[in-house]
């Protein structure tokens, strides 16, 4: 798990000495956090009200974004299948591994001009961001939709004798055809009980050819044996070989309907085979994008609520923070040392303690601007 903090406090003299004095508190000292500066461009600050409307807008469009983000990442290690393990590197964002780009963040000016107010840069992020997910979804299904089709043709052909398509084993030799009397039937039988069929099936009704078996095929548990018999015979047949724990499976020999199967796996196989490359690319393409998205949402919550809390001019460091695990009690304890005199009413809310009915995830609040980036986007290890 990658987690970072991100947070701001107000410039004291200059915005180097908040930096400075975080520095000392956090690394010089002691081993709490790996910290870097996080860069905010000036952006159009607007009114109070528009502000107080936006922090709210921008919490509902950080999680929508978070869970589009989560959304492409978890879907390219589905369509990775067996190179799942691959995932991670093909989660960048601008070209970089995630963390990286984090720690090293930068405004992008050409997609979220500085120029535009806050409210309409948020608009750009939340279109962009709902495009996405909805080409994700028709995406996902037209892949799906192949996919599924071509794992129930492979079930077809896998599986027990019982079941599964038995196209790719039977050949045309095997089968007596075009006989007005007589037809070739096929039974599963156990093998354990291969003993028993050699001794009955002759017997299992009148009208058996003698000596007309063969085993055609065999899996771990069963053997698929051919027999020729009197049509007549069919129904009696069929009755006495269940009565002794013998399967006939209904099955015509037909060249056109097995050509066609074989076709058809071999249209989806290559058809799949051909969606794969482009669908990886798009994913990879649109993780980027909805990550970097996020990111911007995430300086955009804090130069808002900086903004909210610290005043006007603005004047405030944004940092960011990557804790040290074993210390992110310690951490807390110490940032709360030093921002306390900002919000004497904030006091340490540990996101480990369980306080019934408080819900710490969205009640986090601390007398500093501080938000959660967690880097770990797959529901899964890899």
């Known amino acids: ?90 989660l960048l964002a601008n070209g970089v591994d995630l963390v990286t780009y984090i720690t090293r963040f930068q405004w ?35 892949y799906n939709n192949l996919k599924g089709n071509l794992q129930n043709l492979e079930r077809k ?26 037809i070739t039937m096929l039974v599963v039988v156990p093998k354990t009980n291969y003993p028993d069929w050699q001794k009955t099936y002759e017997t299992l009704a009148e009208m058996v050819v003698p000596r007309s078996t063969k085993l055609l095929f065999e899996d771990n548990d069963s053997g698929l044996f051919s027999v020729t018999l009197f049509r007549k015979a069919i129904d009696d047949f069929r009755h006495k070989a269940r009565e002794n724990k013998f399967t006939v499976r209904d099955f015509q020999y037909n060249e056109e309907e097995m050509k066609a199967d074989k076709e058809e796996m071999t249209r989806l196989s290559t058809d799949k085979k051909k969606q794969f490359g482009p669908l990886v690319r798009w994913l990879k393409v649109n993780f980027s994008e909805a990550f970097i998205a996020w990111i911007h949402i995430k300086a955009l919550r804090v130069f808002v609520e ?18 040290n695990k074993k210390n992110m009690k310690k951490l807390r304890e110490v940032l709360y040392e030093l921002y306390k005199h900002l919000d004497s009413s904030a006091a340490i809310i540990d996101a480990s303690m369980d306080i019934p009915g408080l819900n710490l995830s969205q009640q986090e609040y601390y007398p500093y601007v501080y938000y959660k980036i967690d880097c770990n986007l797959l529901d899964f290890k890899v």
């Open 1 to 90: 798990m990658t987690e970072f903090w991100l947070i701001s406090a107000p410039g004291e003299k200059t915005c180097q000495q908040t930096w400075d004095k975080l520095m000392v508190a956090t690394t010089r000292t002691n081993n709490l956090s790996v910290n870097n500066k996080f860069n905010i461009p000036d952006l159009k600050v607007g009114t109070l009200d528009v502000l107080v409307g936006l922090s709210d807008e921008l919490a509902k469009l950080d999680t929508f974004v978070e869970s589009v983000v989560k959304k492409v990442a978890q879907y390219m290690a589905d369509v990775l299948e067996d190179s799942r393990d691959k995932v991670q590197e093909n």
């Open 108 to 142: 992008d000016m050409a997609k979220y001009p500085i120029k535009q107010s806050l409210k309409n840069i948020s608009e750009i992020i939340s279109k962009q961001a709902t495009q996405i997910d909805n080409d994700l979804k028709a995406r996902a299904s037209a």
């Open 157 to 182: 052909n896998a599986g027990s004798l019982l079941t599964r398509s038995l196209a790719d084993i039977v050949k045309k030799e095997d089968f007596v055809l075009d006989s007005e009397y007589l």
């Open 306 to 323: 900086s903004v909210l809390r610290y005043g006007l001019p603005v004047n405030f460091q944004a940092m960011l923070l990557q804790p």
